[in-house]
């Protein structure tokens, strides 16, 4: 090693591992520790979001904006099938359910997801999701055609599966393939996405561009053709190098190490050594924990609980509301169309503000610290849209609509900024590797079922107690418990592994008894180590 290098040609091929590492000037890398990822990641993540994140936030709001255009799409389909029409509260309520239904196909979904990740590889499991997404928005245009809300419903099943399969997926994959360094980064950009895919839905649903009944299905044309573009730029990626290490294929993680870390050959050992450390103690790979073996496994079943506790509210703190029946809200404080458009559109690009602004402090304030904050601040902000509503019904002072507007904006700043991106990958920061796909598949199922639950019930709830007092009943409660699990279960995961995550959980406050102290021995070892 302190000899002179010497060329390669004349060098023998046995010396070439002991070659001294290459400047880092020299490969297409970022900086040792660097917290931002080189461009072939961030355009795979690019890739995979779209599809993922991008599809679900755009498919959340479209119904928003274009509400008026699908209800007389659903009344005039209805009376073609049935021979009559539906009153305004009757077309309301199946609406709701016709919503939903992307919810119930989402569901499903996400109990297919640690199947189809196992057996068709992250990168081939998203590219089938992708091709059946594209799918279900041409039997969605059709469904126009034939004015079939039975088809739009079918259709809306469909892409609920292969979103929330997607989306399930991605964030693994996009893991995966990050180094650690960038991981808290690099796994924002489904959470970023999503945000995006809200602005670009509201945009798009708005009355004045193609929320119309003649122009509804030009929606769901735009996300066929982007879906249908990352779907092939997907095929020119490698396949996630943890997976392939579990397949036995160590030369491709290798090349795909190289890929995504933007490291050398020489580099990428070490990295495969620690992932062959993850996966294969044993000389052999390590067995995932099943769907339902999570629920006994002694070990991370409390890092799962957590995760799901804070997915749970992430969905039930008012956001899927905001999402759905944002536009209907707008309207019911005062405002006129064209004005409710343009607040929705306001409160949407206020989504994606706030996703930026978490993607540069998250990692310096740290994942607990910024949900306490942000969950305390969402149950504030539902009490503020709450009360004027309340305020507006019995006033009808027209300025009213316009702070709700502005305490919609605040909530979806808010919103973006905590919980929407974090809600996504805490619970996976929590686990080991053979419990992240049982968790993220778990995380999906309550993503998703919560949101059919809600949408649900909003509608009948709106009718039977009115809009602000239903609105804070459902969304108030669900913000402080998660204060609560945040403040005295979640540990800090920034820049730790589960194994240390799991152990910093042992020292948080706890609602009795105070914190539990260090382990005296754990603390002798870690002295004399150092």
Known sequence: ????????????????????????????????????????????????????????????????????????????????HHVTRLERTELENIWGIIVSSLFWGATAGALMIQAVSDRLGRKYGIIVTFSLQVLSMFLAMASHWMESYIIYTASRIILGIALSI???????????????????????????????????GAITAMPEVFGTYEKWWLIYALEAVATLIVTILLFFSPESPSFLMTQGKREEAQKSVIYYHGVSEADAQPLLAAMQTTTDKTGQAEKPVGLFGIFVDKEWICGFWIGIGIMAGAIWCGVAAVNAFAFEILLNVGLSVLEASIGNLFICIMAVVGVLASSRVIENVGRRPMLIYTFAGLAIVNTFIAGFMMWFEKSRIG??????????????????????????????????????????????????????????????????????????????PPCALAVLLCFFYLPETTGKTPEEAKEAMQHLPRLCGGMEPADPELVVEEGTLD
């Open 1 to 80: 090693m302190g000899k002179r290098r010497t060329p390669a040609s004349q060098e023998p091929s046995k010396d070439k591992e002991k070659e001294p590492l290459k400047p880092v000037e020299e490969a297409p890398k970022c900086a040792p520790g660097s917290k931002w990822p080189n461009m072939n990641l961030a355009k795979t993540a690019l890739w995979a979001s779209v599809g993922g994140g991008f599809n679900f936030g755009y498919q959340l709001v479209i119904t928003n904006p274009a509400q008026e255009a699908f209800l007389q799409f659903l009344n005039d389909s209805y009376a073609a």
């Open 166 to 200: 997607s989306i399930g997926i991605g964030p693994l994959f996009i893991m995966e393939c990050s180094p650690v360094s960038c991981r808290g980064v690099i796994s924002m950009s489904t959470g970023m996405m999503l945000q995006c895919g809200l602005v670009g």
């Open 399 to 476: 300025v009213i609509g316009w702070c709700v507007v502005i305490s919609c904006c605040i909530f979806n700043l808010i919103f973006a900024a905590g919980p929407g991106p974090l809600c996504l990958f805490v619970g996976g920061e929590l686990v080991g590797a053979r419990a992240k796909a049982a968790t993220f598949t778990w995380m999906n199922i309550a993503m998703n079922g919560l949101r059919v639950i809600i949408l649900v019930l909003y509608f009948p709830l709106k009718n039977l107690l009115g809009p602000p007092i239903s609105f804070w009943i459902m969304f108030f």
